[in-house]
Every structure is written in C-alpha cells, then in structure tokens.
C-alpha cells in the first residue's frame, strides 16, 4: 500500500503545481485588461462629466482643451490591453471626430457612435471579467 501512496501523491502534486502554472499565465491577460477597462471608465467619466458641465465661467476654449485633453486619454488605452477590450477601444478611438464638440451637437452621429462604442467596450471589459460602469453621456436630440 506505501508503494502505492508515494506516486499518488507525486502525481497529484504535480498535477497541482500544473494547475497553478496555467491559472498565473492566463491571469496576465486579465491583468492588463482590467487596468484597461478601469482607466477607460475614468476617461470616460471625466470626458462625460465636461461635456454635462459644459464651459466654466463662459471660456470654452478651456473648456475645449480639457475636453480634448481627456479624449486624448482613449488612445493609449488600446495599446494597453488585449484581444477583444483592445480591438473596441481601438474602434471607440478612430470613431472620434477631430473636434469633440461634434460628440454633443443634437443628434449628433458621432455621439451616437461614441456612446454604442463605450458600450462595446464595456461589454468587452466584462466579458473579459472587469465589469464597468459608465455614467450617462449627455445625447442631445431633436424634438
């Protein structure tokens, strides 16, 4: 019976030590795209809440550099990550338009594209086990 223990336990150990080899590997990928998603999802705040506020004090070229500055923050975002999280924020960053004032014009297409594009990426980051949520950007329509 103690001949039969001891290569048990060897391979269960083994087996073991295996698991935990491949459980630390795929944990890399996750770890990048969860700091991925959590930084879009500030930017995305950030960008949201400029364009609710709109212009401080009437000086919308402030006003339009903070709002430029913080869709700059897309961009580098997709290098970070990987797979489909990076596939949709790269999708998210070539939809923007050179201005971000055409994000906020009533009905604006490429508000709308910016706001399904987020949420492509958000489903990315939970598909991808990082879930995010994003506030409410401010799609101003016709009546």
């Keep these: 019976m103690r001949s039969t223990l001891i290569p048990v336990v060897a391979v269960s150990a083994l087996l ?16 990048a795209n969860a700091d991925a998603c ?10 949201t809440e400029l364009t609710k506020a709109g212009p401080v ?3 919308v070229d402030a006003w339009t550099a903070d709002k430029d500055a913080a869709v700059a923050k897309f961009a580098p975002l ?3 990550a990987e797979g489909g999280v990076k596939e949709k924020i790269q999708t998210l960053v070539t939809a923007l338009p050179a201005d971000s004032l055409e994000l906020t014009e009533a009905d604006s297409e490429s508000g709308q594209a910016f706001v399904d594009n987020s949420a492509a990426v958000s489903s990315a980051c ?9 506030a409410e950007f401010p799609l101003q329509k016709f009546n």
């Design 16 to 31: 073991a030590l295996a698991g935990c080899s491949n459980d630390s590997g795929g944990d890399s990928g996750s770890g």
């Design 38 to 47: 959590q930084q879009f999802a500030a930017a995305y705040d950030e960008f």
């Design 57 to 59: 004090g009437g000086d």
């Design 78 to 80: 997709g290098d970070q």
């Design 126 to 134: 939970e598909s991808d086990g990082t879930a995010i949520t994003l």
